[in-house]
T-cell receptor, first 112, second 109 residues
Framework: IAGITQAPTSQILAAGRRMTLRCTQD?????MYWYRQDLGLGLRLIHY???????GKGEVPDGYSVSRANTDDFPLTLASAVPSQTSVYFC???????????FGPGTRLTVL | GQNIDQPTEMTATEGAIVQINCTYQ??????LFWYQQHAGEAPTFLSY??LDGLEEKGRFSSFLSRSKGYSYLLLKELQMKDSASYLC??????????WGAGTKLIIKP
């Protein structure tokens, strides 16, 4: 792995289904982030983790949960997807809180 | 509340110079970032300013005035590949990153 990866690349999901978006980095960065990006709204922070074992809520956390069991992985879970969660989701990491961030390629999620 | 303003869209000509402005009102200031995002791709880091003045990096320069709550990104010798969105982000006193909505730059031949 070189940098930060996300899976899946895209997904179509029925409303009410549970979905986990995966994010893995190999840069040994302490901090990781999940954003959603919608047209005209820019990047909005969902959840973040400043170090393994800790997580925090961002601007739009409702309907999402995260875990940070180790340094490399930061999965984002939608417990029961709704159409308003249709978006492009970016995972990012930085060596420490809110320094230069490196972004994954994104996951395009459609909830029908 | 915290706010970052950027123009929604700008158009410029290949070979020319363009300046993309960003004004901010945040709870404190601990640095300003510029990112580039090509359509359908992830944002990538361009520049970081924490002190007043101009930071030059090749064809791209970024300027900061903390007293005015203002920054700009200057792109010289524009190339078609510079067509992208440019995102301004400010780190506030709590070290939280506040993002602008981005400026879509269209380069015409």
């Amino acid at each position: 792995i070189a940098g930060i990866t996300q899976a899946p690349t895209s997904q179509i999901l029925a409303a009410g289904r549970r979905m986990t978006l995966r994010c893995t980095q190999d840069m040994r960065h302490n901090a990781m982030y999940w954003y959603r990006q919608d047209l005209g709204l820019g990047l909005r922070l969902i959840h973040y983790s400043n170090t393994a074992g800790t997580t925090g809520k961002g601007e739009v956390p409702d309907g999402y949960s995260v875990s940070r069991a180790n340094t490399d992985d930061f999965p984002l879970t939608l417990a029961s997807a709704v159409p308003s969660q249709t978006s492009v989701y970016f995972c990012a990491s930085s060596d420490s809180a809110n320094n230069e961030q490196f972004f994954g390629p994104g996951t395009r999620l459609t909830v029908l | 509340g915290q706010n970052i303003d950027q123009p929604t869209e700008m158009t410029a000509t290949e070979g020319a110079i363009v300046q993309i402005n960003c004004t901010y009102q945040t709870s404190g200031f601990n640095g300003l970032f510029w990112y580039q995002q090509h359509a359908g791709e992830a944002p990538t880091f361009l520049s970081y300013n924490v002190l007043d003045g101009l930071e030059e990096k090749g064809r791209f320069s970024s300027f900061l005035s903390r007293s005015k709550g203002y920054s700009y990104l200057l792109l010289k010798e524009l190339q078609m590949k510079d067509s992208a969105s440019y995102l301004c982000a400010v780190r506030d006193s709590n070290y939280q990153l506040i993002w602008g909505a981005g400026t879509k730059l269209i380069i015409k031949p």
